[in-house]
């Protein structure tokens, strides 16, 4: 058996289902990966920056539409209610609180418009408190940046009790406690770029994304890549199978020599 399936048309037929199988399943799994990633979110369209005043509103929460949008806020700095906020790392989406413990601190500064409504504002991100970067800029400042929801006051796990002039998450109903003078509008600004120029470290935001609908005819293409492994599979299967039977009918029909009694007959 052994030398029928080391047959040189045999040995062949291995190589060939071996490539076969390595390059089918290799598409297959390919075709699997466009599938998962067509499901993925897509980077969205990114209008020109608006004034922050047309997507927020104090009091009304800001629609999904807005989330990521660029925008623009002119006014002066609250300097006197700037707080830190805590464990957090120069990343918007990254997790903060117990999971980025010692991190570093978001500045959160109120920014007041001259219709005299607040726009939260992370200007940026510092080490430790005592960085120079916490000093408020004075006098009329032109923030850019992206705006984002607010966050829930669940949003992260905390990591204890924190001082005072700290808070663990930008949220808007807890910042309105904080703030009880000042009408604040909904969601938060992360600044990307501010006139005249700040020197603190600034806060990744990412663009505008969307959900994306999956591709179900790359599944389709990979389990038909599959489906032609398995196929191959026993193609081979019956091949060796017919080698070896044929090799035992051969072997069955070859003539037997006489044993010692037809030697005594003769």
Do not use: C
């Not at 109120?110 to 504002?121: A, E, N, Q, Y």
């Not at 120079?132 to 966050?151: H, N, Q, S």
Request: proline share 8%; aromatic share 8%; charged share 15%.
């Amino acid at each position: 058996m052994l030398r029928t399936l080391l047959a040189p048309r045999l040995v062949a037929l291995h190589l060939l289902v071996i490539g076969v199988l390595v390059s089918f399943t290799f598409l297959g799994r390919w075709q699997l990966g466009v599938f998962e990633a067509s499901g993925g979110p897509r980077r969205a369209p990114d209008p020109a920056p608006v004034a922050v005043t047309e997507l927020t509103q104090v009091g009304q929460h800001i629609g999904g539409t807005a989330i990521s949008r660029r925008v623009t806020a002119t006014g002066t700095y609250d300097a006197a209610n700037q707080l830190l906020v805590a464990d957090r790392v120069a990343d918007v989406a990254a997790p903060g609180g117990r999971a980025a413990r010692g991190s570093g601190f978001w500045l959160l500064t109120p920014l007041r418009l001259t219709d005299g409504t607040v726009v939260s504002v992370v200007r940026g991100w510092v080490p430790t408190v005592a960085d120079p970067a916490t000093a408020v800029p004075e006098g009329t400042v032109t923030v850019m940046g992206r705006l984002r929801p607010a966050e829930q006051t669940d949003d992260v796990v905390r990591s204890g009790n924190l001082p005072r002039g700290q808070v663990a998450t930008v949220s808007t109903a807890e910042l309105i406690n904080v703030w009880p003078e000042a009408r604040v509008r909904d969601g938060f600004l992360v600044a990307t770029a501010q006139q005249p120029p700040s020197r603190v470290t600034p806060v990744a935001v990412s663009a505008p994304t969307e959900g994306g609908g999956f591709n179900w005819r790359n599944l389709a293409y990979a389990l038909q890549w599959w489906i032609f492994a398995l196929f191959a599979v026993y193609m081979w299967f019956h091949f060796v199978r017919d080698a070896l039977r044929g090799q035992r009918e051969r072997k069955s029909e070859e003539p037997q020599p006489a044993g010692p009694a037809a030697q005594v007959e003769a």
